[in-house]
């Protein structure tokens, strides 16, 4: 986890606003002074205060992911130990699901407090920017009720919604409700994209926004969150552009920020960086939907996919369970079709990975990372536009660099049913007719070994295959160990099945998921394993040096019985280890030093600027 | 256009003409979004309609026409947006010996773009180099119609295009579309000296050696 390009900015972000206050974001500044909207916030300090009960224990980092069964007997003791002493010291948590509610309430009132005390330094100014924000509010008759703003003010949610809802009447309450909004808009108060209602129905509640955002940076200030009951809405700035996430999820402000940087790397993927910043060098109030007109399906989808894949979240690739000959073969035909500047190869079905070959020097150079993979499966799970044709479209990977484009080749191998979906990258623009030759390369080995059958009949896996009763479901994440070194960060989890089959108890163990992971990533707190008994179910989760995993069980499961079905799971995964995860990423050598042409040489930093590309998307 | 480029898959089963000659031909489509490019380019590809999303990047398909004493196999080249981009037209449109400028016909301004269009069109084309057809699309969509046919027809009479009016939704005149192109593109320019090259199923050697110096037709 420390090593996350989202953490990196993240912490850019912190740089920006105010470099000493790691430790005291400058938001508790401006959410004191928002309180005068009456909203609440719980900002870090404040778990810090009652830190007596920190658990610093290390204990946890001695049971190694490969031990044998006999080390993990061994191991299992201090382990329970550990367990026991978080409970004595507070971390039982016997509550039911609106436990995040508990804890907020029981820590806003200290929190505001606290803050107020921390932070001295412009109350005068933040008191403007909340009167600003009310009469800009008034002023445009959005329902402002007391002294709240309409967003904060939102009814709480009653389901997730998985629709577009472009067409929607932004004056509604359904509006109001949804569980979670994300706005986009330029830093001269453009709007760029509404997930729910159109930009432009929504211009002057990003109008607000935009106000509160300008204000506070003329103060060399920079507004992060503001925390109410209901409600956490987090700012997020990326050079020119501005990202705004109301929600209420209950998630923390870390995840929100992290969804809302993926946001911003999918708008980046399809414009690039440097042609962002370019534009609005030249013209402030350029509209970018011009550029973006057509791709906010790209963006409504990844949105969706943020709330119901655990992907995101853990930063890490999920990809299909395979008979490891199967990958094996997969790869190899990967392998074998391969053309000058050819950098990626990547087989995916039912946007799940099945395999990825790498050019051997690119890879040498840099690893990919899980991001740029969840920007790719996105965007060809997001358009059916792939369904048709061979595709050849520019792309960029930010991770890998923000400023220059990759060509895309997509197309499915199996159409109509359009399931099996092969993606080629490439640094030469020129390269279609060459890669699209690699493609009858593919297929035709693929006829020859009848692998388009073989993949049909590949499926996920049950919980059940563990053999552990009470445990129900559970999302394991490997750190990098030698072997796996600038590997594919990858996680493994079964199907949600029973009792999570519909698509609000999915939500709601997600939810648990994302609660547990905010949790153990506090940074004030961060802790190695939290047991967390909710209502209709129960909860572990546990941080080592090797790997991340989380785990739900039956209700009344106890803690030894975890522990021991903890111990089980981690024999299970390492057995089926070949299964589960992309072992060693194949790899091909395409040219003789490509990674040096698509990582920032001159050359390609000027396709970004070439309109050429741009006019494709 | 590349060398080594081999067919689409419905090209496969085209055993029975093998004494004649294929011909490619590149068909680039053009238009404001929203007016049916991609339907129609996959009306004209595999017959078929769907509601797709916008298109991403540039999407290639094939469909093979046989005339009388020659096999036309068309590369049809749809892009997405870039009637933003008029100065980058020339890189999609380059070496085409079709291009298609589609307007809706229940939606006036499709249609003053495509005039627009035109105008990019005319400066970039050697005249005769091309055949340009106007296509008034959706034409189920009669009760909302904003540009009559005549109008279409005029516009066509007097730039010197070829006119049709065709729906990719109900399928109407979309084959006779493709038969009249592959009629006037071989008249046109396939009798030109090198007007048309002949298209090979090439076998698979060798892909590291690219012809660096074949004109790619690529449409980025
Ligand atoms: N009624 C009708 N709708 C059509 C026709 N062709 C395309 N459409 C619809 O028009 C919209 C845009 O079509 P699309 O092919 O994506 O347009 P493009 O942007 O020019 O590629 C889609 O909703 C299509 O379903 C047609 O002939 N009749
Ligand atoms: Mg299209």
Known sequence: MERDNHQEGEAEGVRICDPPSE????????????????????????????????????????????????????????????????????????????CQDNVSTQLSDTGTEDAAIDNDQGDSGEFVVTMLAKAKLEEQGIGVKGRSSPLLEAGT???????????????????????????????????????????????????????LVSFVQSGDNIIRSVYSEKHTVVFLQKGPLVLVCVSSSRQSERQLRGELLYVYYQIISMLTQASISRIFEHKKNYDLRRLLAGSEKILDGLLNLVDSDPSFLLEAVHCLPLASSLRDSLSQILQKAITPNLVFSILIARNQLLTIVQEKTVIEDTRLEPADVHLLLNLIGASSAFQAGEIWTPICLPLFNPDCYFYAYISYLDPPECTVCLLLLSTDKEAFYAVADCKRKIEEAMVAQNSLSLIAKVQSYSVSQVGVSDLRHFMYKPFDVPDNYRQLTQFTSPEMEAPYGSEEEKMRLLDLYRYMHSRIHSTSRPLKLIYHVAERETLLAWVTSKFELYTCFSPLVTKACAITAITKLLRWIKKEEDRLFIRYPPKYSTTPNPSKSSRGGKSDQQDSTDNGFLSLL | MGENLRGGAQLQNDTLRKSLRTLKVKLVLLGSSG??????????????????????????????????????????????????????????????????????????????????????????????????????????????????????????????????????????????????????????????????????????????????????????
């Open chain 2, 35 to 220: 007016v049916g490019k991609s339907s129609l380019a996959l009306r004209f590809s595999k017959d078929e309609f769907r509601r797709t999303s916008p298109t991403v990047g540039c999407a290639y398909l094939t469909r093979v026409v046989h005339l009388r004493n020659v096999t036309l196999r068309l590369e049809i080249w749809d892009t997405a947006g870039q009637e933003k981009y008029h100065s980058v037209t020339p890189l999609y449109y380059r070496g085409a010996q079709a291009a298609l400028l589609v307007y809706d016909i229940s939606k006036r301004e499709t249609f003053i773009r495509a005039q627009v269009w035109l105008k990019e069109l005319e400066k970039q084309y050697i005249p005769g180099s091309t055949v340009i057809w106007l296509v008034g699309n959706k034409g189920d969509l009669a009760t909302h119609r904003q540009v009559s046919v005549e109008e279409g027809q005029s516009l066509a009479n007097d730039r010197g295009l070829f006119f049709t009016e065709a729906s990719a939704l109900s399928g109407d005149q979309i084959n006779e579309l493709l038969l009249a192109i592959a009629h006037r593109v071989y008249e046109c320019i396939g009798v030109q000296q090198e007007g048309l090259s002949e298209w090979k199923e090439t076998p698979l050697v060798d892909l590291r050696n690219r012809d660096k110096s074949s004109r790619l037709a690529s449409c980025c």
């Open chain 1, 157 to 211: 949610p009653e389901s997730p919604a998985f629709m577009s809802h472009r067409d929607e009447d932004v004056t509604a309450d359904s509006w109001r409700q949804h569980r979670k909004h994300v706005f986009v808009l330029s830093e001269a108060g453009k709007p760029i994209y509404s997930r729910y209602g159109s930009e432009e129905a929504l211009s002057s509640t990003m109008g607000v926004m935009m106000a």
């Open chain 1, 23 to 98: 430790s005291n974001p400058p938001a508790d500044t401006l959410a004191t002074s928002l309180s005068l909207l009456g909203n609440h916030m719980f900002p870090d300090p404040v778990e810090r205060n009652d830190g007596t009960a920190v658990n610093k224990d290390e204990s946890a980092d001695s049971l190694p992911s490969d031990v044998t069964a006999e080390e993990e007997s061994l191991d299992t003791e201090p382990h329970l130990n550990q367990v026991t002493k978080l409970d004595t010291e507070e971390e039982e948590e016997t509550e039911n699901s609106d």
